[in-house]
């Protein structure tokens, strides 16, 4: 029996060495791949915009960390230690989370099959796509290569890109955002082909977290929209409106063009589809963002009436909501709006794609969308005048800010904004910066010699960990083991270095 052609990988994507993730040496093919404007879910979408009151559209978040705690110290992924250790903590989830990183491939063809038209968007961090190779995990790879590469599921299935090892963007190294997106754009159509990756435009950050440092931010959303990326996901309490304010209840209902400027004055935008209210996997589970949708009108822009977007991201295997009532709930809302609304009007699922598109489609223009920027940084502008910025400068402003005004800070935000990435974390944080320095000091030339570079396994194996010790569980997940853990990864990157 021959292979269905959809599950055919990329061709030009050889892997060298089975012991580490297909995850660079292409960057050239890849950036020509992404870069490109036609529409993805416009040809293929089932929905009307004049019907559409109100939409709603959701996002499961999916990582599990490398860590050194296999045999003789092998990187494996948490979740195989889970397996190994049953014992310990929760580890008895193990398989439920497994069913839980393939049960969407299931539960998609189902509900497409009985006449209801679902939609749901994706976020596998690269750690977790690498430990299902690693684990041999086929059952949870054909599932999801059915619902990622199979045209009859298009445009049901929309996949959201995100950092490779699931770094925080504001403590990532800056030089790093970039290998990050790249090596999960790469490994993504190692795994699930070319025209699977020229669909990925949305982008999905770890722990919601956006940089609010000018530079910080200019930088990353460069570096999205070099790699091809349209739109990005962002928290509602992570961005202001230009004038320094909370953003109005109907603008978080809307596209908004996400303005980064950075100590230079050099500006650059993005979209953002902003995701309300905390990260409780309730909201997900339970499948609020459709009740939600019910309430909201729509509104103007361009001249054209859209309706509203409720989005929502959770993570999707985590806590007993999330294993256990949000298949229930999930078919539950699908089953009722297939019965009560044949027609897909009123409100409807939508994929953030999907979305933007129809409203360009029926002449909303991008620029016309409301604005806004990190949070804070109206503050730097009021110091700092923008037309004549310069580095100096803005430090300077930062610097007075913190010692003036308490409610600053510089570290982003994020939906654990309880939580500091930053603070009591600096033998991590060091460390990673060392590791970041000496990676590239030692390779960045040699890749501007010579872009072939990064098919050389010992660069391959210097990226790995460079990009593992930036994981951001090294620190969410306290002081102890995890920190051992990042010290490890350190020490044999650097060994790998020198």
Request: charged fraction near 20%; charge should be negative; include cysteine.
């Amino acid at each position: 029996m021959t292979k269905p052609e959809f599950l055919t990988p990329f061709p030009i994507l050889e892997h060298l060495d089975s012991n580490l993730p297909n995850f660079c040496g292409w960057e050239a093919q890849i950036q020509d791949l992404v870069n490109h404007n036609y529409p993805i879910f416009l040809p293929k979408t089932n929905l009307n915009l004049d019907k559409i009151t109100a939409g709603f559209a959701c996002a499961l978040h999916f990582h599990q960390p490398t860590i050194p705690a296999g045999e003789n110290g092998a990187l494996i992924s948490n979740l195989q230690y889970m397996y190994e250790h049953p014992q310990e903590g929760d580890n008895h989830n193990a398989e439920p989370f497994a069913w839980c990183y393939r049960r969407m491939g299931e539960f998609i063809p189902q509900l497409v099959a009985e006449g209801c038209n679902p939609r749901i968007m994706l976020d596998y961090s690269g750690n977790l796509l690498w430990a299902f190779e690693q684990m041999g995990r086929e059952d949870i790879l054909n599932s999801l290569k059915k619902i990622t590469c199979d045209p009859n599921y298009q445009p049901y299935v929309e996949w959201l890109g995100t950092l490779w090892s699931h770094g925080v963007v504001p403590s990532t190294p800056i030089p790093d955002i970039l290998l990050q997106i790249q090596a999960w754009q790469h490994h993504f159509a190692a795994i699930f082909g070319e025209e699977a990756l020229k669909r990925v435009k949305g982008f999905s950050p770890p722990e919601m977290h956006l940089p609010n440092h000018p530079d910080t931010l200019y930088e990353y959303i460069k570096a999205l929209k070099d790699c091809g990326y349209c739109w990005l996901l962002v928290q509602e309490h992570s961005v202001e409106t230009l004038e320094g304010g909370g953003l109005p209840q109907e603008q978080k209902y809307s596209p908004n063009r996400l303005i980064a400027r950075n100590s230079q004055g050099e500006t650059v935008s993005i979209i953002a589809l902003i995701k309300t209210q905390g990260s409780d996997t309730k909201l997900v589970a339970q499948m609020q963002p459709y009740f939600e949708a019910k309430t909201k009108q729509k509104q103007l822009i361009s001249g054209v009436e859209i309706p509203a977007l409720v989005t929502q991201i959770a993570d999707g295997e985590n806590g007993g909501v999330m294993m256990n009532e949000y298949p229930r709930d999930f078919f539950r809302i699908y089953y009722e709006m297939r019965d009560q609304n044949p027609e897909n009007s009123g409100v409807v699922a939508l994929n953030g794609t999907e979305y933007l598109e129809l409203l360009e489609a029926s002449g909303v223009n991008p620029e016309d969308y409301p604005t806004c920027q990190g949070v804070h940084q109206h503050k730097i502008w009021q110091h700092v005048d923008p037309h004549q910025a310069t580095p100096e400068a803005v430090e300077t402003a930062i610097a007075h800010l913190k010692q003036t005004d308490h409610s600053f800070q510089m570290e982003g935000a994020s939906w654990t904004n309880n939580l500091s990435w930053v603070q009591g974390y600096e033998n991590v944080l060091e460390p990673m910066k060392q590791l970041s320095i000496a990676f590239h000091q030692k390779y960045d030339s040699l890749v501007q010699q010579n872009p072939n570079i990064t098919k050389d396994v010992h660069y391959q194996q210097a990226l790995l960990y460079n990009l593992l010790l930036q994981t951001s569980c090294f620190r969410y997940w306290g002081q102890g083991t995890w920190t051992d853990y990042a010290q490890e990864l350190y020490r044999r990157g650097m060994e790998l270095l020198n």
